[in-house]
DNA sequence: ATGGCCATCGCGGATGGA
């Protein structure tokens, strides 16, 4: 099986991109964020005549994520049971059969905009409270995985700069804890089980020809349990659709397992 | 050239992203 997460900063701008993705990367399941768009807008029939099922938790102008599959999510849950949330970051569905199947999370972490503010003390409850519903979820589903773009290195080696970046926004201790408390759960960082060199990144800044100059940050990331961990394959960053006209700025991790 | 973004809402420019 094959899943993969990509962050697409707007379906709209990106869905014919995600469709020939798709053709060319016809993975079991492809966990997208950023929608930037309301339920009643998400290109359900482009999906279906493509072949691709999917399940989605939209909002209208910010966040949204979504699942898109060969076959139908089941025990589709939108949102973190255990957290009252205005946005629109998290949903969770099971793949494959009987005692094959996958327990996925797909998540869109909060940004965070700067450690003095507001928005980084809602990241931070927002991560605690995620915690306690991985945990949730992990004591049922052995096989199990979450995947997205969670706006948080795990290190220095996750940045071009880290001379200028620490402590910066997705660089601060207090985000990285955060991030250990879900990998204490009994997590693995899969794409460093088959990426362990440095310069490895998932987000380029549009300015400044940050992608050519390879001028990026690791800040999509797919955890694996033990289970998981063990009939992992292979795991890579696709660089190839942040060279596309009008691309995202992020772009796709991809995850194997046997 | 030596680097100056992109999406949304909505029609100018603020906000958010990372």
């Not at 807008?41 to 209208?60: L, R, S």
Request: negative net charge.
């Amino acid at each position: 099986m094959q899943f993969a997460t990509w962050n697409v900063n707007s379906l709209n701008i990106r869905l014919p991109q995600v469709i020939d993705w798709l053709a060319a990367n016809p993975v079991d399941v492809l966990a997208l964020q950023e929608l930037k768009m309301a339920d009643d807008k998400f290109p359900i029939d482009a999906f279906n005549e493509a072949g691709w099922q999917a399940v989605w938790h939209g909002q209208k102008t910010y966040n949204g994520v979504a699942l898109i599959s060969k076959q139908p999510a089941r025990d589709v849950i939108k949102n973190n049971p255990l957290f009252e949330d205005d946005h629109a970051r998290l949903i969770a569905g099971t793949f494959g059969d009987a005692d094959q199947a996958v327990r996925v999370i797909g998540g869109y972490f909060p940004n965070g905009q700067a450690p003095d503010s507001d928005k980084f003390v809602y990241k931070m409850h927002w991560m605690k409270a995620l915690r306690q519903w991985v945990a949730d979820e992990m004591s049922r589903h052995p096989r199990f995985l979450i995947m997205g773009d969670y706006n948080i290195t795990f290190g220095p080696e996750d940045t071009y700069s880290p001379e200028t970046l620490e402590g910066t926004i997705h660089c601060t201790e207090a985000e990285r804890e955060q991030l250990q408390g879900l990998v204490q759960l009994g997590l693995h960082d899969a794409l460093r089980q088959f990426a362990p060199g440095p310069k490895v990144y998932t987000w380029w800044d549009y300015r400044n020809l940050a992608f050519r100059k390879n001028q990026g940050y690791r800040i999509d990331h797919i955890l694996v349990s033990d289970a998981l961990k063990k009939v992992a394959t292979d795991c890579l960053v696709d660089k190839a659709p942040r060279k596309n006209e009008r691309p995202s700025d992020h772009t796709p991790v991809v995850l194997t397992i046997a």
